[in-house]
């Protein structure tokens, strides 16, 4: 399994504790940035780590800003990718299990380290459910589409 991990200055060092982590339990991740706490754009970070995810050589990305709003709202742009903001692990489970979500954001501001650690160990963890939620996939993939063809007219 091969994780990409981004944020911007305000999610760095929560990023970086999650490296720590997937270090210490052995996991293959690409760390995208950003390197250091100035002040850094959201959407980049984002994109990187969501092409990365979109190109299918990630299983998985994890993106963190303040508060993960902007990270899930500029990663669900892409076409394919399914960004979840979790702050408890319930959320990161069903994330997993019902939307077979392939990013994970959090706000730094808004959960402490500990719990960012189990709800990464959950949303990893956990297999998507199928049946009838690949239905509901399957929806979503057409509004991709839909979509593009409203904007193109
Ligand atoms: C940066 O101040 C903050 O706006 C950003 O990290 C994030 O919370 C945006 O959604």
Redesign the pocket.
């Known amino acids: 399994m091969k994780i990409a991990l981004g944020s911007?200055?305000?999610?760095f060092i929560l990023k970086k504790q999650l490296v720590e982590h997937l270090k210490a339990t052995g996991s293959t991740y690409k760390d995208f940035g950003v390197f250091n706490e100035e002040?850094a754009d959201?959407p980049d970070q984002a994109d990187l780590v969501a092409l990365a995810v979109q190109s299918g050589e990630y299983n998985f990305g994890i993106l963190i800003?303040?508060?993960?709003?902007?990270?899930s709202?500029a990663a669900n742009k892409h076409r394919g990718i399914r960004a979840a903001l979790c702050s408890e692990s319930y959320s990161a489970r069903c994330a997993r299990e019902h939307n077979d979500a392939n990013i994970l954001t959090m706000?730094?501001?808004v959960i402490g380290p500990g719990l960012a650690v189990q709800i990464v160990e959950y949303f990893l963890n956990t297999p998507f459910t199928g049946g009838r939620h690949s239905n509901r996939l399957l929806k979503i993939e057409r509004l991709e589409t839909k979509n593009i063809k409203d904007q193109t007219g």
């Open positions: 911007d200055h305000a999610g002040s959201y800003c303040g508060t993960g709003i902007g990270m709202i706000g730094s501001r």
